[in-house]
């Protein structure tokens, strides 16, 4: 009897920190469709030496996407900055490869040099530098910063932090922590955009 209820035991808790885990990437990917003004895991490297840029004058070719838009389809340019769990970093041609997990923060697109960046909003997600200079950011969701509510945003924030400290369980705790740490970063990236 002892081993069999150690093993529910078991198989229960893997269970709840599994449905945890899954609420938590749950509650990241829909934050952003609250504060919305227009609706619309491991980093591993691979060191090798990049191979020359394949698009003429020296760019990038960029595929950027979120389940409900494809912003850049294999479009050239010059430079991508994203927020990576280990740190911000910029992209240009001939970065080394890399495979990078996304974490809440500002993607920012030059599409030509000495010009105006774009400016994306992305929960989540993964970051691939191919040797050939192709880049392949895949985002559980992504905005245009300009499309994000500054109100609504730190509105959410303070829902968030109530609700962390009112967190009774696993489940509700990370559900908190994550529109926590959503809420914060589109707070900074508005606040330091204007």
Do not use: C, W
Request: glycine share 4%.
């Amino acid at each position: 009897a002892g081993k069999k209820l150690y093993k529910n035991t078991t198989h229960t808790l893997s269970q709840h920190f599994a449905s945890a885990s899954h609420y938590r990437q749950q509650a990241m990917a829909s934050l952003l469709r609250n504060v919305l003004v227009r609706a619309p895991a491991a980093r591993m490297f691979v060191r090798a030496y990049a191979e020359a840029a394949p698009l003429a004058d020296g760019k990038l070719a960029l595929t950027f996407m979120a389940p409900h838009e494809t912003y850049y389809n294999n479009k050239a340019v010059a430079q991508v900055n994203v927020p990576s769990t280990d740190g911000d970093f910029g992209i240009l041609p001939n970065h080394v490869p890399v495979l990078a997990v996304l974490r809440p923060g500002v993607v920012s697109v030059y599409e030509n040099a000495g010009e105006a960046k774009k400016d994306f909003f992305v929960s989540s997600g993964t970051i691939t530098i191919n040797r050939d200079s192709t880049v392949q950011i895949v985002a559980e969701e992504a905005v245009p910063v300009d499309h994000i509510d500054l109100a609504l945003a730190r509105s959410g924030l303070e829902k968030a932090n109530a609700k962390l400290g009112s967190a009774t369980n696993d489940v509700d705790r990370a559900e908190a922590e994550a529109a926590v740490e959503v809420h914060a970063a589109m707070v900074k990236a508005l606040e330091t955009s204007h």
